[in-house]
């Protein structure tokens, strides 16, 4: 059969014009699946509660290796439309950089790895398997996406030996960073609550507000810890304090708090909530209040150690762009997250400066660049 190489330009092209907006489907997976379907790749639609997802192999079922790549097709909201000076939609290329939401987080991604895979398999059959998770929910909730496609790949035994996520991982250069690993991510609501009351009269009321101010130094003055071996320091953020008191002579029975934590190694979900806990019950004992805390845990903290993988990854970026990428685990949280239960992961994708801003680019040269990654890596695990 006479294979016609993929432009992974073009298929970028054809994704941003998409409006996949989270969790619309936008028609992005249905031309993937077509794309993917054409080359000889079975593809499953893996849907669940509303959310569309892809799951793709090329190869044997249960092969006896198989590589695998996760992405996403959804994007972030436009913001203000009015403020783009292109269509958000249109993937217009002027001076050498395709415009449009997706461009750089992370259609382009998801089409340089299709791009490579289907060249690769196409042009040297492997003796293994290439999968692609693809998942249209990995800027909401994320509670049915890749974690839906992973559930669904262990029901029907399929499984990626090792995988690539395609965010974009380099902070200003073709090459400089991958990641190996992510922070966790922690928010917390406390609320505290004491005696309404007259401002005039304050010893009849219980005022909440010096405790909830209290609280929250002492949670933004404390050091979780000075970093780990792969890990920067843990931080703490206070992001809201809330009453809704318009009224000066009053004083308010609540007032409420977030705070966000970003958290290393050093730390789990758990032990950070019995910290907080523990920190508003002495806050509590101490200045006659009451405080209930609630948490959301959106992801541990993870790492994929150093070694044959990671090394791997590093000399195809090397090969391709002659820089060497830091091994890094900054930034936020990715759908990484669930696959490292799954497979060791490692994050490899192009710039990400204008992700989820208004009028998001991408460099052309950069999505030939990363397919050539991809491909340098698939020639490298099955060799």
Same mark, same amino acid.
């Given at each position: 059969?006479?294979?016609?190489?993929?432009?992974?330009?073009?298929?970028?092209?054809?994704?941003?014009?998409?409006?996949?907006?989270?969790?619309?489907?936008?028609?992005?997976?249905?031309?993937?699946?077509?794309?993917?379907?054409?080359?000889?790749?079975?593809?499953?639609?893996?849907?669940?509660?509303?959310?569309?997802?892809?799951?793709?192999?090329?190869?044997?079922?249960?092969?006896?290796?198989?590589?695998?790549?996760?992405?996403?097709?959804?994007?972030?909201?436009?913001?203000?439309?009015?403020?783009?000076?292109?269509?958000?939609?249109?993937?217009?290329?002027?001076?050498?950089?395709?415009?449009?939401?997706?461009?750089?987080?992370?259609?382009?991604?998801?089409?340089?790895?299709?791009?490579?895979?289907?060249?690769?398999?196409?042009?040297? !059959?492997?003796?293994? *398997? $290439?999968?692609?998770?693809? %998942? #249209?929910?990995?800027?909401?909730?994320?509670?049915?996406? &890749? +974690?839906?496609?992973?559930?669904?790949?262990?029901?029907?035994?399929?499984?990626?030996?090792?995988?690539?996520?395609?965010?974009?991982?380099?902070?200003?250069?073709?090459?400089?960073?991958?990641?190996?690993?992510?922070?966790?991510?922690?928010?917390?609501?406390?609320?505290?609550?004491?005696?309404?009351?007259?401002?005039?009269?304050?010893?009849?009321?219980?005022?909440?507000?010096?405790?909830?101010?209290?609280?929250?130094?002492?949670?933004?003055?404390?050091?979780?810890?000075?970093?780990?071996?792969?890990?920067? !320091?843990?931080?703490? *953020? $206070?992001?809201?304090?809330? %009453? #809704?008191?318009?009224?000066?002579?009053?004083?308010?029975? &609540? +007032?409420?708090?977030?705070?966000?934590?970003?958290?290393?190694?050093?730390?789990?979900?758990?032990?950070?909530?019995?910290?907080?806990?523990?920190?508003?019950?002495?806050?509590?004992?101490?200045?006659?209040?009451?405080?209930?805390?609630?948490?959301?845990?959106?992801?541990?903290?993870?790492?994929?150690?150093?070694?044959?993988?990671?090394?791997?990854?590093?000399?195809?970026?090397?090969?391709?762009?002659?820089?060497?990428?830091?091994?890094?685990?900054?930034?936020?949280?990715?759908?990484?997250?669930?696959?490292?239960?799954?497979?060791?992961? $490692?994050?490899?994708?192009?710039? #990400?400066?204008?992700?989820?801003?208004?009028?998001?680019?991408?460099?052309?040269?950069?999505?030939?660049?990363?397919?050539?990654?991809?491909?340098?890596?698939?020639?490298?695990?099955?060799?």
């Amino acid at each position: 059969m006479h294979h016609t190489s993929v432009d992974p330009a073009k298929l970028t092209a054809d994704l941003i014009r998409c409006p996949s907006v989270t969790p619309a489907e936008g028609g992005a997976l249905t031309l993937l699946e077509g794309v993917l379907t054409d080359a000889g790749f079975t593809c499953t639609r893996v849907d669940r509660a509303g959310i569309p997802n892809l799951f793709a192999r090329w190869g044997g079922k249960g092969a006896a290796r198989s590589f695998g790549f996760n992405g996403h097709t959804d994007v972030v909201p436009l913001g203000d439309e009015a403020a783009w000076s292109v269509d958000p939609f249109g993937a217009e290329i002027r001076d050498g950089m395709m415009w449009g939401r997706g461009a750089t987080d992370m259609k382009s991604g998801v089409a340089a790895f299709a791009a490579a895979a289907i060249d690769f398999v196409q042009q040297t !059959p492997p003796d293994g *398997a $290439v999968i692609l998770a693809i %998942t #249209g929910d990995e800027e909401g909730d994320a509670t049915d996406g &890749t +974690v839906a496609l992973l559930d669904w790949m262990q029901t029907n035994g399929e499984a990626m030996d090792v995988c690539i996520v395609g965010e974009p991982t380099c902070p200003d250069q073709m090459g400089d960073m991958i990641k190996i690993g992510r922070r966790g991510s922690l928010s917390a609501w406390l609320t505290i609550t004491g005696v309404q009351g007259h401002s005039a009269y304050p010893h009849r009321a219980v005022n909440p507000l010096p405790a909830m101010a209290r609280l929250v130094d002492r949670l933004s003055a404390h050091e979780l810890d000075t970093g780990t071996d792969h890990f920067d !320091p843990s931080t703490l *953020a $206070v992001v809201t304090i809330d %009453t #809704g008191n318009a009224a000066t002579n009053v004083i308010p029975a &609540t +007032v409420r708090a977030t705070v966000n934590i970003r958290y290393n190694d050093a730390h789990t979900g758990a032990d950070l909530t019995d910290w907080l806990q523990g920190q508003l019950d002495a806050i509590c004992a101490e200045m006659g209040v009451t405080g209930t805390l609630k948490v959301k845990n959106s992801g541990e903290s993870f790492i994929t150690p150093p070694g044959d993988f990671s090394d791997m990854v590093v000399r195809a970026v090397e090969a391709e762009t002659g820089r060497t990428p830091v091994l890094s685990t900054s930034g936020g949280t990715s759908d990484a997250r669930f696959v490292k239960d799954h497979c060791p992961v $490692v994050e490899c994708g192009l710039v #990400g400066r204008t992700m989820h801003q208004v009028d998001e680019n991408v460099d052309v040269a950069q999505i030939h660049q990363l397919k050539a990654i991809y491909t340098r890596i698939l020639r490298d695990y099955f060799a």
